[in-house]
């Protein structure tokens, strides 16, 4: 169990990449998106098309079928179904022990301090707030081709699984910078916590300003400055809620 606690991000890493990749194959296994009807045509065959084919589609277990008037006929498999069945229930328990863990890990121990002797505290948090806010922007941009490419390909588990991935891509990023360039004294805890609210309010931004204007579920380009400013703007409180005694007023002088 130490190990796990111990590998709790690779757990839910792993877990997100296989899930998505789970979903592209399931939806692989189903009838095309565009156009199902003629999909089931074209495997299926032997049927009249003239009026299309109704087609229905399940997630858990994985089933597709084609009804072209005459009563279903499966589409997916019963071995595939099966085979995929098993294969999510392992991905997530993968997925929940990951992300059980991962949580446990905000209230564990405070782990390191790091002083903030000799250190320029208001160069770092310029540092911070403007190159971090250039990698979150980085950052956004590329989740937003891989949100459409994770609904398309993956649907609403896909779009969920992304959510997630999103979420504790964007906080684990929010740690990291945290640590090299966040506020002192810090422990490992602060940081790692700091981060975490740093990464989900960034994509809790981003998702209420895309569905506040109508576009989910498909992220657009100007989600890349929204999300940056949204983190700095966190970055900003979170130095301004340092207490003032742990530092020298030299330190934030240049």
Not at 76 to 84: D, E, P, Q
Not at 170 to 176: C, D, K, M, N, Q
Not at 229 to 237: E, K
Request: glycine share 12%; proline share 5%.
């Amino acid at each position: 169990m130490e190990w796990v606690k111990r590998r709790a991000g690779l757990l839910l890493g792993s877990g997100l990449v296989l899930g998505l990749g789970w979903t592209a194959a399931v939806t692989l296994s189903m009838p095309d998106w565009y156009d199902p009807s003629e999909a089931c045509t074209r495997k299926v065959g032997g049927y009249d098309n003239t009026s299309g084919a109704e087609v229905h589609t399940g997630w858990f277990p994985p089933s597709a079928t084609c009804d072209f008037g005459n009563g279903p006929v499966q589409y997916m498999s019963t071995t595939r179904s099966v085979v995929l069945s098993i294969v999510g229930v392992l991905i997530l328990i993968v997925l929940v022990t990951g992300l059980v863990q991962t949580v446990k890990r905000f209230s564990g121990e405070p782990g390191v301090t790091t002083t903030a002797d000799g250190v320029n505290l208001r160069r770092r948090m310029i540092n911070q707030l403007t190159f971090g806010a250039l990698d979150v922007g980085v950052v956004v941009a590329v989740l937003t081709f891989f949100n459409a490419a994770a609904i398309i390909f993956g649907g609403l588990p896909g779009g969920i699984l992304f959510a997630i991935a999103s979420i504790a891509g964007l906080s684990a990023l929010g740690v990291v910078l945290d640590r090299h360039l966040g506020p002192l004294p810090s422990t490992t805890l602060d940081s790692r916590r700091r981060g975490a609210v740093a990464g989900a309010t960034v994509f809790g931004v981003i998702f209420a300003a895309t569905a506040l204007t109508g576009q989910l579920p498909f992220f657009r380009l100007w989600c890349v400055p929204v999300g940056a400013i949204a983190y700095a703007a966190v970055v900003a409180v979170q130095w301004s809620r340092q207490p003032a005694s742990k530092a020298s007023p030299a330190q934030y002088s240049d």
